[in-house]
């Protein structure tokens, strides 16, 4: 089956605790992206990557890293989280850049007190 | 001005009413328009796209672009239960690596 996996799917954590989100892909796409999802704020792009070792920011990327090792995978990384990165994170991918078809991650719930 | 946007009011009908959504944009480059439908504790997944300006119909659901007024709406007519989601309006420009994204409308059919 054609999916987009996460890992965890919920996770709480204390400020400043180093975590990591895992993301991978069976689909063999070229791109990949996180976003954030908060109320009243909508979906918000964090950072991307169109192939492997070429990651690029989006519109929120302060306080995250990312890395591109394997096409499958794209992990996000919060190196000293802080409660205001409490939110709802998904993963995606598409076959490229432009597609406007993404493929969306089932989501990892983060609290960070 | 935000790039897209989508008034986030939750919206309650009757089954079988038409849903209506719409949202307007700042970029007259996009050339790609999207529906996203995001069920409860689900990622979203893509319900429509078109290109350019006209309507693209699928069942019970039309898309609507009108380019000139940087204006797309969705509806959904004889709507269900099974509708009641949070439908996410979607924009990009071709060649682009990014998809612009409204905020969301939750919608809810009521039985």
């Known amino acids: ?113 | 001005q935000k790039e897209v946007e989508q008034d986030p009011g939750p919206l309650s009908v009757p089954e079988g009413a038409i849903v209506s959504l719409n949202c307007t944009y700042s970029n007259s480059a996009f050339q790609y328009f999207m529906w996203y439908r995001q069920y409860s504790r689900k990622g979203p997944e893509l319900l429509m796209y078109t290109y350019s300006s006209g309507n693209k119909e699928d069942g019970r659901f039309t898309a609507q672009v009108d380019k000139s007024s940087k204006y797309i709406s969705l509806f959904i007519r004889d709507s269900q239960p099974s509708d009641s989601a949070t439908y996410l309006c979607a924009m990009s420009v071709r060649g682009n690596n990014r998809l612009a994204f409204g905020k969301g409308n939750q919608v809810v059919v009521i039985p």
């Open chain 1, 1 to 113: 089956e054609a999916q987009v996996t996460q890992n965890p799917r919920y996770l709480i954590t204390v400020t400043g605790k180093k975590l990591t989100v895992t993301c991978s892909q069976n689909m063999n796409h070229e791109y990949m992206s996180w976003y954030r999802q908060d109320p009243g704020l909508g979906l918000r792009q964090i950072y991307y990557s169109m192939n492997v070792e070429v990651t690029d920011k989006g519109d929120v990327p302060e306080g995250y890293k990312v890395s591109r090792k394997e096409k499958r995978n794209f992990p996000l990384i919060l190196e000293s989280p802080s409660p205001n990165q409490t939110s709802l994170y998904f993963c995606a991918s598409s076959v490229t850049g432009g597609d406007w078809e993404q493929y969306f991650g089932p989501g990892t719930r983060l609290t960070v007190t």
